[in-house]
């Protein structure tokens, strides 16, 4: 109804959503005048269960289909099918005196007594109708000991609804009838969802309450906030596809390296991100010193960095004399050594792990 316009002489017949639990004051007929409604627009006023039965609010109105099939129609009516058994219950506080049910047609009784089930005998006055006809086909008021009353619309006819044809093999159907008040139930094989209604009722004008609905391939949304050192390697966004990442050289991935496009069309993760990758400050060797300065903010060593060593005057280099930081976040190779042309002899080498050892004699 929103930004809805409607012309000079427009008729609109309002009612409360829920049936039973709102009770309308005001005239239901709307009638569209010179740009104006009249008569005023109705009130739709909580019942005890919505004010969980504080201040002075009427009673509300439940009903259950015991046997047999019924729905509301959208006049907020209770259709009901022939021969069928429907309880109507009155909620008001059991403390504060009996309820009267009262019906305005003086063709047949109806028992009424309040509940015997638990959680219910204190609030619960029934009004039980057994195997409806056309005669139950009434309006029913349910009047609380303070005065306050509540009431609710029961039309009983025999509507049946057509066939539901479906041809998609990717659809499941589960119907119960095809009966006033009966349901169709849907749903799509894995991979595709419901475009529609997953559940069709079948309504007192002999039609079902919206059209079948179809199954659509399920798809995951454009993946978003990619960074400007993420990219995607492989992307499938059908449902069971997978986005797979990777980060530019010099960086490093922080999440899953990969997604999957799952059954409800939502991506299994949060898209990851890229860190640079740094080496540990390099260490200085006694007696040496660098020639080069890092190429990062905050005295950082990126990948890619070289390092330049120099031994002071009279002492000589053993190693590398420069060093690169690499993708794995550790340097190419071990600082040198600085020592004197007497302390250096030709020495077994030995690696372990990445470092070098040299026997120097003392």
Same mark, same amino acid.
């Given at each position: 109804m929103k930004d809805t316009h409607f012309p000079?002489?427009? @008729?609109l017949l309002s009612r409360c959503k829920h049936f039973g639990l709102y009770k309308m004051k005001g005239d239901n007929l709307l009638h569209c005048e010179n740009g104006e409604w009249t008569p005023k627009l109705p009130e739709c006023v909580p019942t005890t269960v919505v004010t969980n039965f504080t201040g002075d609010a009427p009673p509300t109105i439940e009903y259950t289909i015991v046997s047999g *099939?019924? !729905?509301v129609e959208h006049t907020g009516e209770l259709f009901v099918y022939p021969d069928s058994t429907v309880r109507l219950d009155c909620i008001t506080p059991r403390a504060l005196g009996d309820p009267e049910w009262s019906w305005t047609q003086a063709v047949g009784q109806h028992s *009424?007594?309040?509940s015997n089930e638990e959680g219910e005998k204190n609030t619960h006055y029934r009004l039980i109708l057994v195997k409806t006809s056309v005669r139950h086909s009434d309006q029913y008021t349910c009047t609380a000991p303070g005065g306050h009353t509540n009431t609710v619309v029961v039309k !009983? @006819? %025999? @509507?049946?609804c057509p066939p539901i044809a479906v041809s998609s093999s990717r659809m499941r159907q589960f119907t119960q009838g095809s009966r006033l008040g009966n349901s169709a139930h849907f749903s799509c094989q894995p991979g595709y969802h419901l475009n529609g209604s997953a559940v069709l009722t079948c309504m007192? %004008?002999?039609r079902w309450s919206s059209l079948p609905p179809t199954c659509v391939e399920t798809f995951c949304p454009m993946l978003k906030s990619l960074g400007a050192h993420l990219s995607v390697v492989e992307y499938n966004s059908s449902f069971g596809g997978r986005a797979m990442f990777q980060c530019s050289w010099g960086y490093r991935l922080v999440g899953a390296p990969g997604l999957e496009c799952e059954i409800n069309g939502e991506w299994s993760g949060e898209v990851p991100h890229c860190i640079p990758i740094y080496c540990p400050d390099p260490l200085i060797p006694e007696n040496g010193r660098l020639l080069t300065e890092p190429s990062a903010k905050h005295e950082k060593y990126p990948v890619?960095?070289?390092m330049i060593y120099s031994c002071e005057d009279g002492y000589e280099m053993v190693g590398e004399s *420069?060093? @690169?930081? /690499?993708e794995n976040g550790f340097w190419s190779h071990p600082p040198p050594f600085c020592l004197q042309p007497s302390e250096i002899r030709k020495a077994? /080498?030995?690696f372990v792990e990445n470092t070098t050892l040299i026997h120097v004699d003392e």
């Amino acid at each position: 109804m929103k930004d809805t316009h409607f012309p000079h002489g427009a @008729v609109l017949l309002s009612r409360c959503k829920h049936f039973g639990l709102y009770k309308m004051k005001g005239d239901n007929l709307l009638h569209c005048e010179n740009g104006e409604w009249t008569p005023k627009l109705p009130e739709c006023v909580p019942t005890t269960v919505v004010t969980n039965f504080t201040g002075d609010a009427p009673p509300t109105i439940e009903y259950t289909i015991v046997s047999g *099939s019924a !729905v509301v129609e959208h006049t907020g009516e209770l259709f009901v099918y022939p021969d069928s058994t429907v309880r109507l219950d009155c909620i008001t506080p059991r403390a504060l005196g009996d309820p009267e049910w009262s019906w305005t047609q003086a063709v047949g009784q109806h028992s *009424s007594a309040w509940s015997n089930e638990e959680g219910e005998k204190n609030t619960h006055y029934r009004l039980i109708l057994v195997k409806t006809s056309v005669r139950h086909s009434d309006q029913y008021t349910c009047t609380a000991p303070g005065g306050h009353t509540n009431t609710v619309v029961v039309k !009983v @006819v %025999n @509507v049946m609804c057509p066939p539901i044809a479906v041809s998609s093999s990717r659809m499941r159907q589960f119907t119960q009838g095809s009966r006033l008040g009966n349901s169709a139930h849907f749903s799509c094989q894995p991979g595709y969802h419901l475009n529609g209604s997953a559940v069709l009722t079948c309504m007192g %004008n002999g039609r079902w309450s919206s059209l079948p609905p179809t199954c659509v391939e399920t798809f995951c949304p454009m993946l978003k906030s990619l960074g400007a050192h993420l990219s995607v390697v492989e992307y499938n966004s059908s449902f069971g596809g997978r986005a797979m990442f990777q980060c530019s050289w010099g960086y490093r991935l922080v999440g899953a390296p990969g997604l999957e496009c799952e059954i409800n069309g939502e991506w299994s993760g949060e898209v990851p991100h890229c860190i640079p990758i740094y080496c540990p400050d390099p260490l200085i060797p006694e007696n040496g010193r660098l020639l080069t300065e890092p190429s990062a903010k905050h005295e950082k060593y990126p990948v890619g960095d070289l390092m330049i060593y120099s031994c002071e005057d009279g002492y000589e280099m053993v190693g590398e004399s *420069s060093i @690169v930081c /690499t993708e794995n976040g550790f340097w190419s190779h071990p600082p040198p050594f600085c020592l004197q042309p007497s302390e250096i002899r030709k020495a077994d /080498t030995i690696f372990v792990e990445n470092t070098t050892l040299i026997h120097v004699d003392e």
